[in-house]
């Protein structure tokens, strides 16, 4: 029954992904693979302090000044540019090791820009939720939406102008959020317009957030007390 969802759209997703555009199924390189190495240099100068807060993922986590917007300079800033859910789980001991209070994930749009099909990025989550759960038991973990994009924003990277499989991949986060023991949080109605694209005035390039979209992302976060 886990799964269940999951196996639910199997079939649809199948059909939906049989024509795969720039990029080769599961490609697990992730889109700047120089930059790993950098980032994890530096999470690995940084003592290992237990039950803070972490957020985990990739450009949009990196992205956004949690410390300071949570005025908490213990919060950790585990976002890499570029990564995908295969770089989340090599990485995971560098997260299980601290025992964080709570965990907030939010990963999976390189993976699409890859052509990584909706069922394993969901897969992948699982596999990450199941490891947390494991190493780190008295973890909090926080699955976040992936965010909507904006295809018809100036300087749109196109290789990413594939928002069908956003709802499809968070469809399945969602169902499996009470089975795998997590708490799902919904993201996409705080940065979408009236078309579901993510809002002109959030985005650099209908990508990556502005910072007063950072605000508003941790002020729902507090509203609803995951914080």
């Known amino acids: 029954m886990k799964y269940f969802f999951l196996l639910l759209l199997l079939p649809f997703m ?3 992904q049989k024509k795969p555009t720039n990029q080769n199924l599961f490609d ?6 120089e930059h790993t190495p950098q980032r994890i240099a530096i999470f690995q100068k940084q003592p290992i302090v237990k039950g803070g807060i972490i957020f985990l993922g990739n450009s949009i986590t990196e992205m956004g000044n949690w410390g300071k917007l949570l005025k908490d300079t213990t919060v950790l800033n585990r976002g890499i540019g570029g990564d995908i ?13 601290r025992e ?12 699409i820009g890859k052509d990584i099909p909706d069922s ?15 190493k780190s038991p008295g973890t909090k973990i926080f699955v976040q939406s992936i965010l909507p ?28 959020a009470t089975a795998m023991n997590y708490t799902y949080i919904a993201l996409t109605p705080l940065f979408t317009d009236k078309n579901g ?22 002020d729902y976060l507090k ?4 914080l």
Do not use: S
Not at 85 to 97: A, H, M, N, V
């Open 14 to 16: 199948a059909c939906a």
């Open 28 to 33: 697990t390189i992730p889109f700047i693979p």
């Open 85 to 97: 859910t295969y770089g989340l789980l090599k990485r995971l001991d560098d997260i299980t090791d």
């Open 100 to 111: 964080p209070k709570k965990l907030f994930i939010l990963i999976g749009i390189n993976d």
């Open 120 to 134: 394993v990025i969901a897969y992948n989550y699982f596999k990450i939720v199941k490891q947390v759960h494991a």
């Open 149 to 176: 994009l904006n295809p018809l924003h100036a300087g749109f990277p196109q290789h990413y102008d594939k928002t069908q499989h956003i709802p499809i991949v968070n469809a399945m986060l969602k169902a499996n």
């Open 197 to 218: 694209r993510l809002k002109d005035e959030y985005t650099f390039e209908g990508l990556h957030l502005r910072p007063e979209a950072y605000v508003i992302w941790v």
């Open 223 to 226: 509203k609803m007390k995951y």
